[in-house]
T-cell receptor, first 115, second 112 residues
Framework: ETGVTQTPRHLVMGMTNKKSLKCEQHLGHNAMYWYKQSAKKPLELMFVYNFKEQTENNSVPSRFSPECPNSSHLFLHLHTLQPEDSALYLC??????????????FGNGTRLTVT | GENVEQHPSTLSVQEGDSAVIKCTYSDSASNYFPWYKQELGKGPQLIIDIRSNVGEKKDQRIAVTLNKTAKHFSLHITETQPEDSAVYFC???????????WGAGTKLIIKP
């Protein structure tokens, strides 16, 4: 496989559930990102990992918990979410840290619906 | 903080015509301006970018122009085709180590 792969593509969960989103990049990149995409709004950066170390947490509620076990894999653990958390969650990677240094490569996203 | 405004939110053009999407930014120190295209069911993909030391960049049917004085940059697509239908996002960043600040997106519809 090539590029950035996200699973699952769709996820429906209740507010009391615990689930995880998975992202894997096959590009040999050193930085990985989680973004939230809501309709007609700018992409919201949630977390940044450079060389497996978290370097950004953009005031994201603790019900979202990221994990980066190695430079190729990124997880987003979800628990006790709210309906307003329903959105498309995008994973991205870049060769170098710093979003102005090298292009972002995005996965196709996980469409999350919280009921 | 940095802010990026993108217009229009929706643009409908006849196949073969040109399309122009405009973005303005607030921080005059911004120096890198990428454009991403997001097709239905896919993640955004970089299509062209420009740095503040140039005023225009072209790649086949797409071009980007930058006016640093007015703090705005534009995406131009000529001879539009059905596969150009997508949502286009502009972004700006002040420094390569800072976060991209994104526009809200423009849905481009190409009418046959």
């Amino acid at each position: 496989e090539t590029g950035v792969t996200q699973t699952p593509r769709h996820l429906v969960m209740g507010m009391t559930n615990k689930k995880s989103l998975k992202c894997e990049q096959h590009l040999g990149h050193n930085a990985m990102y989680w973004y939230k995409q809501s309709a007609k709004k700018p992409l919201e950066l949630m977390f940044v990992y450079n060389f497996k170390e978290q370097t950004e947490n953009n005031s994201v509620p603790s019900r979202f918990s990221p994990e980066c076990p190695n430079s190729s894999h990124l997880f987003l653990h979800l628990h006790t979410l709210q309906p307003e958390d329903s959105a498309l969650y995008l994973c991205a990677s870049s060769q170098y840290p710093g979003q102005g240094n090298s292009p972002l490569h995005f996965g196709n996203g996980t469409r999350l619906t919280v009921t | 903080g940095e802010n990026v405004e993108q217009h229009p939110s929706t643009l409908s053009v006849q196949e073969g015509d040109s399309a122009v999407i405009k973005c303005t930014y607030s921080d005059s120190a911004s120096n890198y301006f990428p454009w991403y295209k997001q097709e239905l069911g896919k993640g955004p993909q970089l299509i062209i970018d420009i740095r503040s030391n140039v005023g225009e960049k072209k790649d086949q049917r797409i071009a980007v122009t930058l006016n640093k004085t007015a703090k705005h940059f534009s995406l131009h697509i000529t001879e539009t085709q059905p596969e150009d239908s997508a949502v286009y996002f502009c972004a700006a960043v002040m420094d390569s180590n800072y976060q991209l600040i994104w526009g809200a997106g423009t849905k481009l519809i190409i009418k046959p």
